[in-house]
């Protein structure tokens, strides 16, 4: 299950994963695919939602931050991973982007208890081959 803000790159990057083209729309709700459950942004930007992450979450076998290197603000609360009782990785999207500041993203999804990062780019496929791996997907 991926969470992030709106626009944080999730179902973009559940595309690149899945060899599909790459194809805007926006999340509206929680989304069931093969092998990913994708979440609105809203989801994690709104306090009151939270309990709505952590119910979908019991049907996930893992939980991937999505923290967008080019995020200037923290998305997650301090220790959010605890709300969830399985594995959570963190997923530093955009990697690509000019103003691309990886370590501040880092920092956060640290902050927030994660421990185990991937660093990807869904346009030039950077760290997509690692992230497979690490979700058994490879
Ligand atoms: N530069 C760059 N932009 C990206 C990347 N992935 C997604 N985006 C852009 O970020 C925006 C939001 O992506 P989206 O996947 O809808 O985010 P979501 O709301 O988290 O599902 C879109 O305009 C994407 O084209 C990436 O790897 N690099
Ligand atoms: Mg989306």
Redesign the pocket.
């Known amino acids: 299950m991926?969470i992030?803000?709106?626009?944080?790159?999730?179902?973009?990057?559940?595309?690149?994963l899945e060899g599909m083209a790459?194809d805007?729309?926006?999340?509206q709700a929680v989304e069931y695919l093969d092998k990913y459950i994708?979440t609105?942004?809203e989801y994690s930007e709104n306090r009151w939602m939270r309990g709505h992450l952590q119910v979908t979450g019991t049907e996930a076998d893992i939980v991937a931050f999505?923290h967008?290197s080019t995020d200037t603000q923290p998305v997650f609360i301090n220790g959010f991973r605890y709300f969830f009782p399985i594995p959570v990785i963190g997923i530093i999207?955009?990697?690509?982007?000019p103003e691309a500041d990886v370590e501040y993203a880092r920092r956060m999804l640290m902050m927030a208890g994660v421990d185990e990062f991937y660093c990807?780019?869904?346009?030039?496929g950077e760290g997509l081959e690692e992230l497979r791996a690490a979700l058994g997907h490879g």
């Open positions: 991926l992030g803000r709106t626009g944080a790159g999730k179902t973009t990057l559940i595309q690149a790459l805007y729309r926006k999340t994708d609105p942004g999505v967008c999207t955009k990697v690509d982007h990807v780019s869904a346009f030039t």
